[in-house]
T-cell receptor, first 115, second 113 residues
Framework: DTGVSQDPRHKITKRGQNVTFRCDPI?????LYWYRQTLGQGPEFLTY????????KSRLLSDRFSAERPKGSFSTLEIQRTEQGDSAMYLC?????????????FGDGTRLSIL | AQSVTQPDIHITVSEGASLELRCNYS??????LFWYVQSPGQGLQLLLK??????LVQGIKGFEAEFKRSQSSFNLRKPSVHWSDAAEYFC???????????FGDGTTLTVKP
């Protein structure tokens, strides 16, 4: 169990640029989640996958955001035409599937700073 | 819709004192409840979880939490706080249909020497 890995840890970019983050889940976990966390707030759900299927997307996930998990292993989260309000910590988590009783294991996040 | 409220934004306790962090949830059925801890610049670490059965659950680092259905609460406790416990604590609920976690806004714990 090597844990959930996120890359990069920190991304600084100019407004209007596109950014892509990567998440590698725990290898035996078939569920993968993306959350966004801003200062002073708890993580907010963005989307989750079971294997390669994207099962749920939050209304927070505007059309500038897209997530993929093409082979059911790692996932990418892309933000197009970044805005100031996108500055946040983006957290990835993984779990086994179940009835909600499987705890989610979190990576250390990617902190996005928009100049 | 499920929701979580953590009424205390910031709590300060002296080292060695007891601790209780409050969590109230809203969910139509019996939820799955979790407490996580987050240190600055890091992800969330699971402290403990409640699914069913005994309403007092034990976790890591000496933490425990009690599920009270009548009060829709899942408060986190520790009998004696250590300086290393200073961090942000999040309560979360997951519905029985699984999927996303819904988090509270967290409680920041400061430990005085």
């Amino acid at each position: 169990d090597t844990g959930v890995s996120q890359d990069p840890r920190h991304k600084i970019t100019k407004r209007g640029q596109n950014v892509t983050f990567r998440c590698d889940p725990i290898s035996e976990h078939n569920r993968l989640y993306w959350y966004r966390q801003t200062l002073g707030q708890g993580p907010e759900f963005l989307t989750y996958f079971q294997n390669e299927a994207q099962l749920e997307k939050s209304r927070l996930l505007s059309d500038r955001f897209s997530a993929e998990r093409p082979k059911g292993s790692f996932s990418t989260l892309e933000i197009q035409r970044t805005e100031q309000g996108d500055s946040a910590m983006y957290l990835c988590a993984s779990s086994l599937s179940g009835y909600g009783n499987q705890p989610q294991h979190f990576g250390d996040g990617t902190r996005l700073s928009i100049l | 819709a499920q929701s979580v409220t953590q009424p205390d934004i910031h709590i300060t306790v002296s080292e060695g004192a007891s601790l209780e962090l409050r969590c109230n949830y809203s969910y139509g059925a019996t939820p799955y409840l979790f407490w996580y801890v987050q240190s600055p610049g890091q992800g969330l670490q699971l402290l403990l979880k409640y699914f069913s059965g005994d309403t007092l659950v034990q976790g890591i680092k000496g933490f425990e939490a009690e599920f009270k259905r009548s009060q829709s609460s899942f408060n986190l406790r520790k009998p004696s706080v250590h300086w290393s416990d200073a961090a942000e604590y999040f309560c979360a609920v997951v519905g029985t249909n699984a999927g996303k976690s819904t988090f509270g806004d967290g409680t920041t714990l400061t430990v005085k020497p």
